[in-house]
């Protein structure tokens, strides 16, 4: 996506740091901007009945 944004000049507004390899990192990423509380589904302390994300 960003390669296709720049060939029209459109990644311009966004800044590099707009731009993720994996929607992994961007969860990571928000998680660390933001302190929000996350769980993932593969962490080994997750309980079954916590819904992933929580």
């Known amino acids: 996506m960003k390669d296709r ?8 507004p966004f800044g590099p740091d707009a ?3 994996t929607i992994g990192s961007v969860v ?3 998680v660390e901007a933001t ?3 996350w769980t993932d589904w593969t962490d ?3 309980t079954a009945d916590e ?3 929580s």
């Open 44 to 46: 080994p302390d997750r």
């Open 35 to 37: 302190g929000a509380r």
């Open 5 to 12: 944004l720049a060939v029209y000049g459109l990644d311009k």
């Open 28 to 30: 990571s990423s928000y």
């Open 19 to 21: 731009f993720y390899s």
């Open 51 to 53: 819904p992933a994300g």
